[in-house]
């Protein structure tokens, strides 16, 4: 079996997006969205029409595991915080318990200072509800939809 | 790691693309790209090099129809084939689900081909992952060149698990579909029975 995936529920979603338009507020952000470490988007806030979110999902984590591995080539464990200065639009990247990263795209109504420290705050609650997550994880074998799934639906998919 | 969300009711699924450099693993996203319909499709990214090299990776979102209301998304990932980038190969292995080996049938490329399988498996087990628990697929690229090795033969060098295999002439787009549906379903299957418990 490969690495346990991950499962969201509708009410996690809910408060997950919660946080995130809380910090679109506080941080004066245009947007912000949570990504997995393997590049899958969980949750946006803030005005992303007209933009790629499933793109800028995937970079950013690629950009996190690009920038994992230089840690560790120079002996740190993680850079846990990554920032990108543009001419009009910033981009904060941060890490959430090793598993998520927060990206909050920026322009010149907020500063990376504060940016910074509403991430801080809403890390903190992020971490709450994955630790409330993976306690109710606990012990789950599979997940209940893959049972209900039969050979057939997955053999239906890809008939021309 | 597949990710199931129930609020966007989605299934998302990676699959990575490995294999020796220059063995057509950007050809076979390009082709799938170009063949698919808007609307099933987000956008090609390729992080290359000016010459057109594979840099960090390549990236297709694919949707590819709806289960018991969920839809199911892939996001397909090529890995940089050229010996010297393998610390990015080895990220872009992250949680993957599936893995479709593109082998260049080229007889010149029999050991670059081996290399990069053995490459893999090493890669696999640096994440704590054991090849013959990860759905894979072994695609025989390049039928068409004249120096292109018979198939059995290459079956009996690459194929150590006896797993589905196709030829493929990915400049054409023979071959690309099949590869990719069976590793997709295979993925499916698998985690179906990951959900029984076996």
């Known amino acids: ?36 470490k393997n590049g899958q988007l969980i949750a946006v806030a803030g005005d992303s029409e007209n933009m790629d979110t499933t793109s800028l999902a995937t970079l950013a984590a690629g950009n996190i595991a690009a920038t994992g591995g230089l840690a560790k ?5 993680e850079f846990s915080i990554l920032f990108h200065e ?22 010149h109504r907020s500063t990376v200072g504060l940016v910074r420290l509403r991430v801080k705050k809403a890390t903190t609650r992020l971490t709450e509800i994955l630790d409330e997550m ?8 599979g997940n209940p939809l893959f049972a209900e799934i039969t050979d057939d639906d997955i053999d239906n998919l890809f008939n021309d | 790691m597949s990710f199931i969300n129930y609020s966007a009711r989605e299934i998302n699924v990676k699959l990575v693309y490995y294999g020796p450099g220059l063995c057509g693993k950007t050809t076979n996203l390009q082709y799938i790209y170009q063949k698919t319909s808007p609307n099933a499709k987000g956008k090609m990214i390729s992080l290359a090099t000016e010459t ?26 090529t890995v940089p084939g050229q010996v010297f980038y393998d610390a990015s190969r080895k990220l872009i292995l992250k949680g993957v689900d599936g893995i479709v080996f593109v082998a260049d049938s080229q007889f010149e490329r029999t050991d670059a081909n081996l290399e990069s399988w053995d490459n893999m498996k090493y890669n696999l087990e640096e994440h704590g992952f054991d090849i013959t628990k990860v759905p894979h697929i072994i ?25 589905p295999d196709f030829e493929a002439v990915a400049t ?25 418990g076996g």
Do not use: W
Not at chain 1, 9 to 28: D, G, M, P, S
Not at chain 2, 172 to 196: R, S, W
């Open chain 1, 1 to 36: 079996m490969l690495a346990s995936q991950t499962v969201l529920y509708e009410e996690e979603h809910k408060q997950i997006t919660e946080i995130c338009e809380n910090l679109v507020t506080e941080a004066h952000a245009k947007l912000v969205f949570l990504v997995d």
């Open chain 1, 73 to 77: 080539l120079i002996g740190e464990e």
């Open chain 1, 86 to 107: 543009g001419s009009r639009d910033n981009l904060h990247l941060s890490l959430v318990a090793q598993k998520l990263i927060v990206v909050v795209v920026f322009d």
């Open chain 1, 134 to 141: 993976e306690k109710k994880r606990k012990g789950d074998q």
């Open chain 2, 52 to 77: 057109e090299r594979t840099l960090f990776f390549d990236f297709l979102p694919l949707a590819l129809g709806d289960i018991k209301g969920f839809k199911t998304r892939f996001h397909l990932y």
């Open chain 2, 139 to 163: 695609q025989y690229n390049k039928r068409d060149l004249p120096s292109a090795v018979p198939t059995e033969e290459l079956r009996a060098a690459l194929n150590e698990y006896n797993v």
């Open chain 2, 172 to 196: 054409t787009g023979y071959g690309v579909f099949p590869t990719l549906k069976a590793i997709a379903k295979m993925v499916l299957k698998d985690l179906k029975k990951q959900a029984m």
